[in-house]
T-cell receptor
Framework: DQQVKQNSPSLSVQEGRISILNCDYT??????FLWYKKYPAEGPTFLIS?????DKNEDGRFTVFLNKSAKHLSLHIVPSQPGDSAVYFC????????????FGQGTTLQVKP | DSGVTQTPKHLITATGQRVTLRCSPR?????VYWYQQSLDQGLQFLIH???????AKGNILERFSAQQFPDLHSELNLSSLELGDSALYFC????????????FGQGTRLTVV
């Protein structure tokens, strides 16, 4: 039973355009959501997070949107840059805040120059 | 550099053997998590330690065990290794508190032959 799903294994966008990565979850008890970026041969790097009491969080070029009723979150990258090419994982935690993260399968983003 | 150190980076061993993976968390982080990433899979939570005590267990096999020492470093012990145990093993650490992000090490790539 996969509680966090990223249904698009890959995404390709042109440099300067918007990248939108999507994530769906099934457990309504999740209350904290995170996005990580991973380059080959490296560990995941934290990008941005959002608490379930918010519907939007922005950090520079990165914005995460949360739609609790749809159990859906998305990461927007504007403008996309070639250095953003990586695997993006969404993750969820809660409600006991053990810190345990449930990860999606990841979406490989390719930003073409 | 996330501040989380994992050793070794690569490990090749034979079936039936036992190995120990080591993790040093970021300075000041009391929580250590272990995750497994098999080929083309998302990260699967294995176990969480907080200040030396086990806090949560995921899908960790009985052949696997972990501990966190007084200096807060952690070790993941994998025994009676099977070919299917070949994977990337990541350690992450986080601070105390609600909704804090975890920072990941670069991982140990285990190959069982």
């Amino acid at each position: 039973d996969q509680q966090v799903k990223q249904n698009s294994p890959s995404l390709s966008v042109q440099e300067g355009r918007i990248s939108i990565l999507n994530c769906d979850y099934t457990n309504s008890m999740f209350d904290y959501f995170l996005w990580y970026k991973k380059y080959p041969a490296e560990g995941p790097t934290f990008l941005i997070s959002i608490s379930s009491i918010k519907d939007k969080n922005e950090d520079g070029r990165f914005t995460v949107f949360l739609n609790k009723s749809a159990k859906h979150l998305s990461l927007h990258i504007v403008p996309s840059q070639p250095g953003d090419s990586a695997v993006y994982f969404c993750a969820a935690s809660g409600p006991s805040n053990t810190g345990k993260l449930i990860f999606g399968q990841g979406t490989t983003l390719q930003v073409k120059p | 550099d996330s501040g989380v150190t994992q050793t070794p980076k690569h490990l090749i061993t034979a079936t039936g053997q036992r190995v120990t993976l080591r993790c040093s968390p970021r300075s000041g982080d009391l929580s250590v998590y272990w995750y497994q990433q098999s080929l083309d899979q998302g990260l699967q939570f294995l176990i969480h330690y907080y200040n030396g005590e086990e806090r949560a267990k995921g899908n960790i096999l009985e052949r696997f065990s972990a501990q966190q020492f007084p200096d807060l470093h952690s070790e993941l012990n994998l025994s009676s290794l099977e070919l299917g145990d070949s994977a990337l093993y990541f350690c992450a650490s986080s601070k105390v508190g609600v909704n804090t992000e975890a920072f990941f090490g670069q991982g140990t790539r285990l190959t069982v032959v």
